[in-house]
């Protein structure tokens, strides 16, 4: 269904302007759901034409129309990966519960918090908690609601939340932020397990590969520079989820 799922990305390109709005305005004072997008720089409200998802940034070649200032590469970069996530997570829902729709909700849902979680984190270092609850109470109420819950499974997918609060805490906050480690017990439920567990390898070897490009090019990132570690764990949920039959090439939890 090709229409359906052009449908399904521009839809996805629409939600990923908004949680741009929301990054940008998240703990300002300013609502997210009052008031015109504005350039930033010189205050003009934006008009329809130059809202269109990603193809306004090309367009305008990146630049406001009114004064020319640059404008951030999250906007494009945000509204493209909402919608490849979408479409990723509709076409794995056809594959598998398309007899489910409310559970799509959910997934579309959880795909705007895992971005809207990536997004701040790069942005300002952190992840609030408000995302990550929310992340976790989407993921838990989709099992819960659609799926048998095996509380073996539920403790055994919280292990990977509970190493990362280990190194938190021993490190005293040095190797690893306290807001990781909330993010996997909504990572681990969504996942459950060995799905959760490949997740933070995953994110792990992702970080340790991005990290060694930056130290070898000239972005001016030393061994002492703080990387945000949430976009890597974001990737790992992501990719266990969409590829667990990838990931039994790795299987080391079971003969």
Known sequence: MPMLNLIIFLFGLAVGSFLNSIVFRYNTGERVTKGRSRCFNCGKELSWAELIPVLSFLIQRGKCKNCSSKISWQYPAGEFL???????????????????????????????????ITLYDVKHKIIPDSFSYSFLALAFLS????????????????????????????????????????????????????????????????????????????????????????????????????????????NFFYA
């Open 82 to 116: 909402t919608g490849i996530l979408f479409l990723a997570f509709f076409i794995e829902w056809q594959k598998k519960f398309f007899d489910r729709p409310a559970l799509l909700v959910f997934w579309f849902l959880i795909a705007a918090f895992l971005i809207l």
């Open 143 to 250: 099992k819960f609601i659609f799926f048998e819950i095996n509380l073996l499974d539920l403790f055994l997918s919280l292990l990977p939340a509970l190493f990362l609060f280990c190194l938190w805490f021993f490190s005293r906050g040095r190797w690893m932020g306290l807001g990781d480690a909330k993010l996997m017990i909504g990572g681990g439920i969504f996942l459950g397990f060995p799905g959760s567990i490949y997740a933070v390898l995953l994110g792990f070897w992702i970080g340790a590969i991005f990290g060694i490009l930056l130290l070898l090019g000239s972005s001016g990132i030393t061994i002492k520079s703080e990387i945000p570690f949430g976009p890597f764990l974001v990737l790992g949920i992501i990719f266990a989820f969409l590829f667990p039959d990838f990931l039994n090439y790795f």
